[in-house]
């Protein structure tokens, strides 16, 4: 298995532009979860999904930021508008109900300018 | 979700063994007690989990005493790899899918 794979693995972009950040969790893996890491905030879970239905977003800032899992293979996080204090990398994990830890994606850093 | 406190720092040398202590006092019933590392430009990964007593893997050793109030993840003959951060966490049952919560962690810096 490739493990969980998020792309990009880099984006800058612009204050005000739309962003979005995908994953692909681990076949057969019936949670994800999305975390956003900065050094003054550490690792904050922002929003994860049971069986592809969303279970807790209330780490997710504010309205600027949805999150969406269409199927079981793919979860978008999406940023609009974007604004500078966004800047941070995002990760994406998935999890088995019978295994003990998540898999982490390798992360997107996203900077906005 | 029970809060964990764990020290902010450590400096080892190569070949030593390395202890971090995690504590958490209001640790539930069914609550798990795991462990992540992180090293830069990359996401966390897990290490190991434990309910009581000791478990051990391949990479590390986790001792829970009785009171479960405490953990200590013993990381033996440590190596410049192994600097990293560590976290401790403490949440669900080992097959909830429930979300758990990072803190600060512990950035191991191991020294030739």
């Known amino acids: 298995d490739a493990g969980v794979i998020q792309s990009p693995r880099h984006e800058v972009t612009e204050m005000g532009q739309e962003v979005t950040l995908r994953c692909k969790p681990i076949?057969?893996?019936?949670?994800l979860f999305w975390y956003r890491q900065t050094m003054m905030r550490g690792l904050e879970l922002l929003i994860y999904?049971?069986?592809?239905?969303?279970?807790?977003d209330s780490g997710m800032p504010e309205d600027r930021f949805s999150a969406k899992m269409p199927n079981a293979s793919f979860s978008t996080l999406k940023i609009q508008p974007s604004e500078p204090r966004d800047s941070a990398v995002y990760f994406c994990?998935?999890?088995?109900?019978?295994?003990?830890?998540?898999?982490f994606g390798s992360g997107t850093r996203l900077t906005v300018v | 979700l029970a809060k964990t406190t764990q020290p902010i720092s450590m400096d080892s040398y190569e070949g030593q063994e390395v202890n971090i202590t995690c504590s958490h006092n209001n640790i539930a019933t069914n609550d798990y007690i795991t462990w992540y590392q992180q090293f830069p430009s990359q996401g966390p990964r897990f290490i190991i989990q434990?309910?009581?007593t000791k478990v051990t893997n391949e990479v590390a050793s986790l001792f829970i005493p009785a009171d479960r109030k405490s953990s200590t993840l013993s990381l033996p003959r440590v190596s410049l790899s192994d600097t990293a951060v560590y976290y401790c966490?403490?949440?669900?049952?080992?097959?909830?899918?429930?979300?758990?919560?990072f803190g600060q962690g512990t950035t191991l810096q191991v020294k030739p």
């Open positions: 999904f049971n069986n592809n239905v969303p279970i807790d």
């Open positions: 966490l403490v949440g669900g049952d080992s097959s909830n899918t429930g979300k758990l919560i």
């Open positions: 994990a998935s999890r088995d109900s019978l295994d003990y830890g998540y898999t």
């Open positions: 076949s057969g893996h019936n949670s």
């Open positions: 434990g309910y009581k």
